[in-house]
């Protein structure tokens, strides 16, 4: 089992940034992929994006492509979502998720383990 564990939420003024981590315990993530998704009040959970088990392969949707980067510490157990240049409808909760694999997925169904989330307000 693996429990993850998000930090570095917060509020923040839009053009701002944030650096959110993604901390792993129970087992070693080294072979795993993880995936970054929101969730924003009434709407639905939406893919961020993702880094394979490396860290050589990242991928992200065309909404937050050239102002967020994944990258990962794999002997820190860690991953991490930097984030700028934000916008008030970067809003959300955050999640971190992870599945064992060598790939990547932007889908949420194929994560087998969620963190609980980190609040990120952007204010306008």
């Known amino acids: 089992q693996v429990q993850l564990v998000e930090s570095g939420g917060g509020l923040v003024q839009a053009g701002g940034s944030l650096r959110l981590s993604c901390a792993a315990s129970?087992?070693?993530?080294?072979?795993?992929?993880m995936g970054w998704f929101r969730r924003a009040p009434g709407k639905e959970r939406e893919f961020v994006g993702s880094?394979?088990?490396?860290?050589?392969?990242?991928d992200y949707p065309d909404d937050v492509k050239g102002r967020f980067t994944i990258s990962r510490d794999n002997a820190k157990n860690t991953g991490y979502l930097q984030m700028s240049t934000l916008k008030p409808e970067d809003t959300a909760v955050y999640y971190c998720?992870?599945?064992?694999?060598?790939?990547?997925?932007?889908?949420?169904?194929?994560?087998?383990?969620w963190g609980q989330g980190t609040q990120v307000t952007v204010s306008s």
């Open positions: 998720a992870t599945f064992v694999g060598w790939g990547m997925s932007r889908t949420a169904a194929d994560y087998d383990y």
């Open positions: 129970g087992s070693s993530i080294d072979k795993s992929a």
């Open positions: 880094i394979n088990w490396s860290g050589a392969h990242t």
